[in-house]
């Protein structure tokens, strides 16, 4: 049965994204419908930045960004900018602060943002459809038809704004790519993103036992490249170095990491012998790493020696190349479990990049995370999110 209450536009996802949208084609007012299965909006708003929320990053560029198409991203972020978000936060009295690196975070709770969200929607208008599976996706004559688990709703337009696959316990599924292919579109590869790597086989004995052990470096790989910190787990290697260049790795890839970077270890290692010799080469290398971590650098380079008096220049240009070029190849991710984003999505050539639109369907939206437009750590994801969901609601 279809429902009766015919909308001017459905969005299909309640999170940062499909919310966003709502609210900002309400205010064009447009009567709009949000579907979403989950028991609660904004599920992982609520989870994201460690329960407060990382909602913007104050230097977001289209620089911050990977997509096949890298220029795609460009207008809808310079139309509406961090500044605009920082505004609308700031307009509803929510307290928040910058941690790093231009990465702002709520002082309290997440939940201040989903309650931001809530309210705008609540003040357009906007009706929310929480606990519906949408089931199908269809277009008939003069507008669309979605078949879910609550009937059947009718809108002129749709926005996918259902995200990708990454944390699949919070319900994400690959919903919104296969909407995409229904209408034509293509899908760019997808892979997990921003996710910890696993230890190779040869490594997981040894290495796994240095776990909470942390070092501030510069991974590589690809056209990547982050200073940022590392993090040895039980299972391999996390914090946001890792996090940041998992975005630009491939199965098989190598990652290089200088442990101390911006520090010439040669010529320090060298310095090191002529004005301590006496000290062990692991207390010299615990001057620049953890402790831990530097007994296993020493044990690997097959090091005897109890002074560091006693190492040619031979072993010690050896050991700091594994200082300054530390490479490894990951054994895998941690995959879609952990990942906080899925690269790829729907291919931009098939969407308008000022209004969103899918150059296929007139009426069909693509919105926030399904799209192949993917931030860097630290905000950027949301302020594309806002980003693309205000472009795609204020052109409807």
């Given at each position: 049965m279809v429902n009766n209450a015919t909308s001017d536009i459905i969005v299909?996802?309640?999170?940062?994204?499909?919310?966003?949208?709502?609210?900002?084609?309400?205010?064009?007012?447009?009567?709009?419908?949000?579907?979403?299965?989950?028991?609660?909006?904004?599920?992982?708003?609520?989870?994201?930045?460690?329960?407060?929320?990382?909602?913007?990053?104050?230097?977001?560029?289209?620089?911050?960004?990977?997509?096949?198409?890298?220029?795609?991203?460009?207008?809808?972020?310079?139309?509406?900018?961090?500044?605009?978000?920082?505004?609308?936060?700031?307009?509803?009295?929510?307290?928040?602060?910058?941690?790093?690196?231009?990465?702002?975070?709520?002082?309290?709770?997440?939940?201040?943002?989903?309650?931001?969200?809530?309210?705008?929607?609540?003040?357009?208008?906007?009706?929310?459809?929480?606990?519906?599976?949408?089931?199908?996706?269809?277009?008939?004559?003069?507008?669309?038809?979605?078949?879910?688990?609550?009937?059947?709703?009718?809108?002129?337009?749709?926005?996918?704004?259902?995200?990708?696959?990454?944390?699949?316990?919070?319900?994400?599924?690959?919903?919104?790519?296969?909407?995409?292919?229904?209408?034509?579109?293509?899908?760019?590869?997808?892979?997990?993103?921003?996710?910890?790597?696993?230890?190779?086989?040869?490594?997981?004995?040894?290495?796994?036992?240095?776990?909470?052990?942390?070092?501030?470096?510069?991974?590589?790989?690809?056209?990547?490249?982050?200073?940022?910190?590392?993090?040895?787990?039980?299972?391999?290697?996390?914090?946001?170095?890792?996090?940041?260049?998992?975005?630009?790795?491939?199965?098989?890839?190598?990652?290089?990491?200088?442990?101390?970077?911006?520090?010439?270890?040669?010529?320090?290692?060298?310095?090191?012998?002529?004005?301590?010799?006496?000290?062990?080469?692991?207390?010299?290398?615990?001057?620049?790493?953890?402790?831990?971590?530097?007994?296993?650098?020493?044990?690997?380079?097959?090091?005897?020696?109890?002074?560091?008096?006693?190492?040619?220049?031979?072993?010690?240009?050896?050991?700091?190349?594994?200082?300054?070029?530390?490479?490894?190849?990951?054994?895998?991710?941690?995959?879609?479990?952990?990942?906080?984003?899925?690269?790829?999505?729907?291919?931009?050539?098939?969407?308008?990049?000022?209004?969103?639109?899918?150059?296929?369907?007139?009426?069909?939206?693509?919105?926030?995370?399904?799209?192949?437009?993917?931030?860097?750590?630290?905000?950027?994801?949301?302020?594309?999110?806002?980003?693309?969901?205000?472009a795609a609601g204020r052109a409807i």
């Amino acid at each position: 049965m279809v429902n009766n209450a015919t909308s001017d536009i459905i969005v299909l996802g309640a999170g940062a994204a499909g919310m966003m949208c709502a609210i900002e084609a309400g205010r064009n007012g447009h009567r709009v419908v949000v579907i979403d299965h989950a028991k609660e909006a904004g599920q992982k708003i609520r989870i994201s930045g460690g329960g407060r929320c990382n909602f913007t990053n104050m230097h977001s560029e289209p620089k911050n960004f990977l997509s096949e198409n890298p220029y795609f991203a460009i207008s809808a972020l310079k139309t509406y900018s961090p500044q605009d978000f920082i505004e609308k936060v700031k307009s509803h009295g929510i307290p928040y602060h910058e941690k790093t690196l231009g990465q702002l975070f709520c002082d309290n709770s997440a939940k201040d943002i989903i309650k931001m969200l809530r309210d705008e929607m609540n003040d357009i208008g906007a009706k929310l459809q929480l606990q519906t599976e949408i089931n199908q996706v269809r277009y008939e004559g003069n507008g669309f038809i979605v078949d879910t688990t609550s009937g059947n709703f009718k809108a002129k337009s749709i926005v996918v704004a259902l995200g990708g696959k990454s944390i699949p316990k919070m319900g994400a599924t690959g919903l919104g790519y296969e909407i995409a292919q229904q209408f034509g579109h293509k899908i760019t590869e997808t892979r997990p993103a921003l996710v910890p790597f696993t230890w190779p086989a040869h490594m997981v004995e040894t290495w796994s036992k240095l776990s909470g052990v942390a070092q501030d470096v510069r991974a590589n790989c690809g056209k990547g490249s982050f200073d940022e910190a590392m993090l040895l787990t039980h299972r391999g290697l996390s914090g946001p170095a890792m996090l940041q260049i998992s975005s630009y790795w491939k199965e098989g890839a190598t990652i290089d990491i200088d442990l101390c970077p911006d520090q010439a270890m040669d010529a320090l290692l060298k310095s090191e012998r002529h004005d301590n010799p006496k000290l062990s080469p692991v207390n010299v290398l615990a001057k620049y790493l953890p402790k831990r971590l530097a007994q296993q650098l020493i044990l690997e380079a097959n090091i005897k020696s109890p002074r560091i008096a006693d190492l040619n220049n031979s072993a010690l240009e050896n050991l700091s190349q594994r200082l300054n070029q530390f490479s490894m190849t990951p054994g895998g991710t941690e995959g879609y479990r952990t990942a906080e984003v899925t690269l790829g999505g729907v291919d931009t050539n098939g969407l308008n990049q000022k209004t969103m639109e899918s150059k296929y369907q007139s009426g069909l939206y693509f919105i926030g995370e399904v799209v192949d437009v993917t931030g860097h750590l630290g905000g950027h994801n949301f302020q594309w999110a806002w980003a693309s969901a205000v472009a795609a609601g204020r052109a409807i």
